[in-house]
């Protein structure tokens, strides 16, 4: 499902170079809920950027879904997103403007699907994250925890093939927090969703499937662990 092979990531400022990845070679199979754990600035959300084809990697190798995305043109990449890959981010990333409704039609409706399979659609999966009550209502008039809701059944309209998460309870209290990684646990168990998701709260590793730990720009083999029981402390 996702193949990784020497994946580096070198940020230039002026004369300044920052090498945020320096050889990041994973596997993440389908199906999988899995973990990106790690100090800050280690290199996570640059890591999430780069499989989730948000930015594009100094060198090394990208396979999603048995595609070569490291080929693909710009506009390839756009479709390939569009298509393929879900979105949650710390901030919800919400048009203020919008209804409930309407900012989860979005990734449907830049697919090109009519209007009413789009909102037929976008209240099925706002339904699904226990929002049904809220259609109508702005995001602004959303608690926090709501938001993100609509913001995660925003990025599963599209029925992507991987969701990608960047800390997404960052802005949440412990009981939204666990409420949005129950959500993810549901969707990855009973849809089969494949979820990558940032996280430094060491009490969300209880979610994983398994984790990859970074630590500057590396993954880190000796703590690369599998969920369940084999977890050790901390
Ligand atoms: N756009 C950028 N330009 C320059 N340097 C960057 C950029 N984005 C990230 N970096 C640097 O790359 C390194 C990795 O950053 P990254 O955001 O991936 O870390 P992180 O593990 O997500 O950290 P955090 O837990 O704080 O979110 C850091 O040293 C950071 O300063
Ligand atoms: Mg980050």
Request: proline share 3%; glycine share 8%; aromatic share 6%.
């Amino acid at each position: 499902m996702i193949e990784v092979t020497d994946l580096k990531k070198i940020y230039r400022m002026g004369s300044v170079e920052v090498a945020a990845l320096k050889g990041v070679s994973a596997t993440i199979a389908r199906g999988e809920f899995v973990g990106i754990m790690g100090p800050s600035g280690s290199g996570k959300s640059t890591f999430l950027h780069q499989l989730g084809l948000l930015d594009t990697p100094t060198s090394g190798r990208i396979v999603l879904d048995g595609t070569d995305v490291s080929r693909l043109t710009d506009e390839e990449r756009t479709h390939f997103r569009l298509m393929h890959l879900g979105y949650v981010f710390q901030d919800y990333a919400l048009v203020s403007e919008l209804t409930v409704k309407e900012n989860v039609a979005i990734p449907a409706i830049m697919k090109g699907r009519p209007l009413s399979a789009c909102y037929a659609a976008a209240t099925e999966v706002l339904e699904k994250v226990g929002l049904s009550r809220r259609l109508d209502h702005l995001v602004h008039e959303l608690s926090g925890g709501e938001q993100q809701r609509v913001s995660i059944a925003r990025a599963l309209v599209n029925r992507p093939a991987i969701l990608f998460a960047d800390e997404p309870c960052a802005n949440l209290d412990t009981e939204n927090s666990r409420t949005v990684l129950e959500l993810f646990r549901a969707v990855n168990k009973d849809l089969g969703q494949t979820v990558v998701m940032v996280s430094h709260e060491p009490w969300h590793r209880e979610y994983f499937d398994r984790i990859i730990f970074i630590r500057d720009g590396l993954p880190d083999t000796e703590r690369t662990e599998r969920g369940g029981q084999e977890r050790g402390s901390t």
